[in-house]
């Protein structure tokens, strides 16, 4: 059995039509949903970009040990399993970070193609410089084609024409829609009529919309509805993008003749906020030169993800079974019969996907990495600076949320079943339900491996 995943960074979930009635334009991942074990409780595990994908090729709970960093030696990836086990294996990608600095995600992989053009300003200059706008591009797009999701499908496409014949795992990973929000002007005019044609340059915001208490004015920020209202037009054409390009590839797999043999997997690693929660962006962060104030509140919007899994033969349904990503990597190698390798934390759902089983996990963990304040960080944008807070957990179950940060520190908890929304705090009158998630949590932690160091913190309400 062959394996397509194909991961689109900051795809929210209710914009796809299966997940909501948002009226997002996305024809051919709504087709292809259509064929698809939907999974309405995926959840990220380790949060945001780079600790999602080393949850995915590990299957280990990777946020009690490892940062933003590079991925240990020791570590025993899905594409080197695969890779021992004869399939071909190939890396992908338009989104940043996996090969520089000797982060080390290609490794198990036969070939590895990284496209420049996103994120950081490595090669001098390109799209965007995280905090500072956007940099003089210095390369063409002028044609869709050009653009960095569209590019990295078509590179998958060709790549499929000369190995459908093997069997193989193709992993595919591009950062759209993650911003900057700049589509080919047709597909933002979709969704507002009247742009002025202007892209926005406030990327990323990541801040609260409203002013606070003085302590948090580092990470306040006025943004007013109207360029809300742009911003989002500019998410939804990079987002219909993304669906065009990924259904091009999804067709061509089927144009070879491969759907017979082929598992098909479509995720993303988190969503993004514009305006819920009072947040724009996936997080809120205050920048210094030498210190980061940073928070993640992981309510619903950003991490329930999207998870639609193709697997021939397999009759297409839905299920609210639990599930987070240290469950991908068991589950994509109990669909190939290979033996899972003793490192993996997560377990497989193929029972949910065969419709054998209605539940897997009984509780899943939305967090970043774990850290004290005081402790080095290089995430955002990768320059060292100290953390000055302590960052909140979101414990998830069949009918509960709870945000958690540290003992003594303000807490959420909401009622999934009656406020999917997450907008009324119900914590001060649910208080044995806080104290039994907080529980789960810590134990979960420890028997994880979390040092003790982390766990004392989080050892108490």
């Known amino acids: ?102 982060y080390g995600y290609d490794r198990g992989f036969h070939d590895f193609i990284e496209h420049r053009g996103q994120g950081y300003d490595w090669w001098g200059g390109q799209v965007w410089r995280p905090w500072g706008g956007r940099s003089d591009i210095t390369y063409e797009r002028r044609y869709e084609e050009d653009y960095c999701a569209p590019k990295t499908c078509l590179t998958a496409e060709h790549w499929l024409e000369r190995h459908y014949k093997e069997k193989f795992f193709l992993y595919v990973d591009t950062w759209d829609p993650h911003e900057p929000f700049d589509p080919p002007a047709h597909y933002v005019e979709r969704y507002k009529p009247d742009w002025d044609g202007v892209y926005p340059t406030n990327h990323p915001a990541y801040k609260y919309l409203k002013a606070g208490s003085e302590s948090e004015t580092t990470i306040k920020q006025s943004i007013d509805e109207k360029e809300i209202d742009t911003q989002y037009a500019c998410y939804c054409g990079e987002v219909t993008m993304v669906d065009r390009a990924v259904g091009r590839l999804i067709d061509r797999i089927e144009s ?24 724009f962006g996936k997080m809120v962060v205050g920048l210094g030169e030498k210190e980061i104030a940073e928070t993640a509140p992981l309510y619903q919007e950003v991490n329930n993800i999207p998870l639609l899994i193709y697997v021939p033969g397999v009759k297409p349904h839905r299920t609210d079974a639990l599930v987070s990503v240290p469950d991908f990597t068991p589950t994509i190698l109990d669909l190939a019969e290979i033996k899972v390798p003793d490192t993996v934390q997560g377990s497989s759902f193929l029972p949910v996907i065969k419709g054998e089983k209605d539940t897997h996990q009984e509780f899943v963990v939305s967090t970043m990495p774990l850290q004290n304040p005081g402790a080095v960080t290089r995430a955002v944008d990768g320059k060292e600076r100290e953390l000055k ?38 914590a001060s009158d649910n208080n044995a339900v806080v104290k039994d998630l907080h529980k789960r949590y810590y134990e979960f932690l420890k028997k994880t491996g979390t040092e003790e160091s982390l766990l004392k913190p989080r050892a108490s309400l």
């Open 1 to 102: 059995m062959n394996t397509v995943v194909i991961v689109s960074d900051t795809f929210r979930r209710d914009n796809l039509g299966c997940y909501s009635d948002r009226k997002v334009h996305t024809p051919h991942l709504d087709r292809f949903a259509e064929k698809c074990v939907i999974f309405d409780r995926s959840y990220c595990s380790a949060f945001p970009t780079m600790p999602m994908r080393a949850d995915l090729m590990t299957g280990k709970y990777t946020f009690t040990y490892l940062v933003w960093a590079p991925l240990p030696e020791k570590e025993v990836l899905l594409s080197q399993t695969l890779a021992d086990a004869g399939y071909t294996t190939m890396g992908i990608v338009d989104t940043p970070f996996f090969i520089k600095n000797r």
């Open 389 to 426: 807070h302590f960052l909140p957990a979101t414990i998830v179950t069949d009918r509960w949320a709870l945000l958690y940060t540290w003992k003594n520190a303000p807490i959420e908890l909401y009622d999934m079943k009656s406020d999917p929304f997450q907008k009324k705090n119900v």
């Open 256 to 279: 070879m003749g491969l759907m017979d043999n082929t598992v098909i997997i479509f995720t993303s690693d988190h969503g993004y906020y514009f305006g819920e929660h009072d947040i």
